[in-house]
């Protein structure tokens, strides 16, 4: 089992960054698929992006592309997501989740989940 706590979230304006960074504890961590999922208002939630066991292989939501990169570091057990170029539209509640499948970009595929960090862009 793992534990995933999130942090970095906040308030940004338009065109700015932020950078997430989540936690994890467990001894495996190497044999998850780590992802960030997000949760807009009245929106269901959907992968923002994901990076595979190895670290090898990363994969993101077309939205996303060219502005947002993931990337973990095996040994201090963590996972990041740094988002530049912030759009209104990324206003969302980020959660930090990992899988025992490789590579899955399905939210209920994801079976251990942070209590998410807020990201709100300003207009």
């Known amino acids: 089992q793992v534990q995933l706590v999130e942090s970095g979230g906040g308030l940004v304006q338009a065109g700015g960054s932020l950078r997430l960074s989540c936690a994890a504890s467990?001894?495996?961590?190497?044999?998850?698929?780590l992802g960030w999922l997000r949760q807009g208002p009245g929106k269901e939630r959907d992968l923002v992006a994901l990076i595979n066991r190895s670290g090898g292989a990363t994969s993101y939501a077309d939205s996303v592309k060219g502005r947002f990169t993931i990337s973990r570091a095996t040994a201090k057990n963590t996972v990041s997501l740094q988002m530049n170029n912030l759009k209104s539209d990324h206003t969302a509640v980020y959660y930090c989740?990992?899988?025992?499948?490789?590579?899955?970009?399905?939210?209920?595929?994801?079976?251990?989940w942070g209590q998410g960090t807020q990201v709100t862009v300003s207009s």
């Open positions: 467990g001894r495996t961590f190497s044999s998850y698929t």
């Open positions: 989740a990992a899988s025992h499948y490789n590579s899955v970009e399905v939210p209920r595929l994801y079976h251990y």
